[in-house]
């Protein structure tokens, strides 16, 4: 069964060390996919995000994000992730691999996933929540800009935990 992916009750969240001694957290507000289940076993999950949605509350950093030196939102509007397979670690806990695609360069990674029971929201449409929690070496995705500042440290971590927590919907009919 394909369930649609609820925008206004999604999030996909990232954060990167600064400088090594704080962490930045940003969102992408602008997200569409779908899941599939099948018997409740997580068969298939599709994810696009609006890559000139991302919001750190920071106007200026937000703008260097969407920059040629980052996402390069003008030639890569998009990145999506695409699910190849589900493995049932257990009971509602997955390990997905699938296939990342940023600024136009497609990568497997391997994301831990907890997907919920469906049950039925007060209109009489089915739900289901699926969250979806990894760590990406951003680096592999030509998003290489840094400066190195004192003693070696790095003014941008290279590794990148990200999340993703959905709500899909069924659509009663």
Do not use: C
């Amino acid at each position: 069964m394909e369930w649609m992916i609820d925008t206004s009750h999604t999030s996909a969240n990232f954060s990167v060390r600064h400088m090594a001694i704080t962490t930045v957290r940003g969102q992408f507000e602008k997200i569409s996919g779908k899941v599939e289940v099948d018997g409740g076993k997580l068969m298939g999950a599709e994810v696009d995000i609006d890559v000139s949605s991302v919001n750190t509350h920071e106007e200026n950093r937000d703008n260097h994000l969407k920059s040629a030196d980052f996402f390069d939102v003008e030639n890569h509007p998009h990145m999506h992730f695409s699910m190849t397979n589900a493995e049932q670690v257990r009971g509602d806990d997955y390990r997905l691999t699938g296939n990342l695609t940023i600024r136009g360069i497609t990568k497997p990674v391997t994301l831990n996933a907890t997907i919920s029971e469906p049950f039925t929201d007060p209109w009489g449409n089915e739900r289901l929540g699926v969250t979806l929690e990894g760590k990406v070496d951003r680096n592999e995705w030509n998003l290489k800009w840094n400066q190195v500042l004192e003693a070696g440290r790095l003014l941008v971590g290279n590794d990148v935990k990200i999340e993703v927590d959905a709500q899909a919907f069924h659509p009663k009919g």
